[in-house]
Structure formats: structure tokens, C-alpha cells
């Protein structure tokens, strides 16, 4: 029996994507949550908490996006073609907000007000629009339009798009949220938990929305969802939701330190166990199957080489980043 090289390399980029969703999404979740507040010491105690480690964060999804290049081109031709705008709008969204994290910090006090605009509107939209994907994706309609050629641009425009990309950003807002929790100490993590409180209760809305709204509209990911041997993954996760959604509320009334952060990874992870659930095997929906849009296995077995190598590597040096810059980060402080 031979190697399934598919098979490990959507392992691979589902593994890079996860990874990008968990470590970018609490620095996106920062600046989500600069609107909520004002105090200029607090605000740059927040940015402190990632300034060693974000670019870093990023890694993953250059490693998701190449993986997905390298291994499945059909794929990635179709996914491009399909989601061409909102990959445009998410990327100046990351690049603005990259470029207003460094002049943030080098800014006078007259421009630095603009800086941190810039900071929430740039975090802001590369977090809107990566749900707004997320949503098209699953409703496939844009999907199709790219693999027949139809040429509607516009199509990944949905109201269930506007919506995930809504419920992305309150769970990345979360994970901002208990990350501060993590990080901070004093008024600024006792306004984080405060803050906490309301986003889980819009996420918890916004997961039964999704929750019944898909399979409603897409009859195929209902019978994936209540389909053998489907099912039987599928029935632990609303269950495991509310354990999680339990133990962020419960975590949060005790003196919180990591446990609202765990259990907040928890939950972006039943999340996205229930995204894949939904579209296996296939890596374009409704029907191109992973091994239908590989690559020559020539190739496949090449590139896997270069993977295996650099994978090790980017978590090496990630852990080590999080190791140095361990602990709490004070109000009026900063890394040098």
C-alpha cells in the first residue's frame, strides 16, 4: 500500500490553517478590541503582549497558501479565481494593519491617534474578510461560478458570507480577549474580562445560527453531517461547545489566568473540526475531492521534502519566541 501524499499534504495545510486561525487571530483580536478602549497606556500594553511574536504568526498562513499552490493547483486556481476580492481586501487589510503596528510605536502624540485607527480598521477587515471567505466557501456559489467559468465576480457577496465574517471576528475579538486575560494584570485585565462576557455570548449566537442556517440552505453538508460514519464525529461537538462555552464563563468568575484562553482554543477548534466535518473530502466544494485536484505525485513527494523540514522549524522558533517573551506584560512597560 503506498503512501497516500494527498491525503498528508491536505493534513498539512489544514494543520498550517489551523495554526494561522489560533496564533494570528488573538493579534487581530487586539486591535478588534482597541474601540473598547481609550486609555493610551492600556492600548500599548495590549500591542506589547504580541509585538515579539506577530509577524511571526503569520508564517502559517504563507505555509497554507503555498502548501495549497504546491499540492493542489486546480484547487488553488479555482479558490483564487472564486475568492479574488475578498483575498485582495483581507491582504491590504494585513498589510495596513502590519504597516500602523510599526508606526504606532514611532508615532508623535498628534499622529499616533491615527496610527491606532489604522491598527483597528487594518485588524478589522483582514478578520471580516477571512470570514467573509470562510462563508462563500461553504456556500459554494462563487466556487462554481470560478470552475465554470461564468465570471461572476461578485458572487462570494452573500448574506451568509456578511454573517460568518461577522462571527469571525467576535471569535478572534475572543481570543484577544483571553489572551489579555493571559498577558495582563490589574484594570486592564479586569476591563478584558468584563469584555469577555458579551463576545461569548454573540458567538454562542452566532454558532446556532450557522449551526442551523447550514445544513437548511446546503442539503450536501447536511448529509455529510447526519451521513455514517459522519455522524458519529459530528454528534460530540455541540456538546463540547457548551463544555467550552461552561468553562470560559466559569474560568472567567474565578482569578483567571490561562484557563479562558484554553478554553477559548477549544472552542475555535470544535469550530473548525465542524468546517471540515462539513466538506470532507472534498477541498472544493461541492465535488472536487482532494485526490481529484492533487498534483503529479512527482511533485507531491518534492515538495513534501521541503515541508517536513521547514514545519519543525517554524514551530521550533515559534515556541522559543513564546518561551523568552513569557509572562505578564505591565501597564507602562515594554519589550526592548
Known sequence: MGIDLPLIWMLIIGFGVMMYVVMDGFDLGIGILFPFISDRAHRDAMVNTVAPVWDGNETWLVLGGAGLMAAFPKAYAILLSAFYIPVLLMLLGLIWRGVSFEFRFKADDAHKPFWDKAFMTGSFAAAFFQGVILGAYIDGASVMA??????????WLTPFSLFTGAGVVAAYALLGATWLVLKTEGELQRRMIRVTHPIMIAILVAILVVGIWTPINHPAIAGRWFSLPNFWFFVPVPALV????????????????????????????????????SIWPHIV??????????GPPQSLGFTLVGALLIIPMILGYSAWAYYVFRGKVKVGEEYH
Not at 146 to 153: E, I, K, P, R, Y
Not at 243 to 261: E, M, Q, V
Open 285 to 294: 466544494p461541492p465535488s472536487l475531492s482532494i485526490w481529484e485536484a492533487a
Open 146 to 155: 470560478a470552475a465554470q467559468g461564468t465570471g461572476d465576480s461578485m458572487a
Open 242 to 277: 457548551v463544555l467550552a462555552a461552561a468553562g470560559i464563563f466559569r474560568s472567567l468568575g474565578r482569578d483567571p489566568h490561562a484557563g479562558p484562553f484554553i478554553w477559548s482554543l477549544l472552542l475555535v477548534f470544535l469550530g473548525y473540526s465542524g468546517f471540515v466535518i
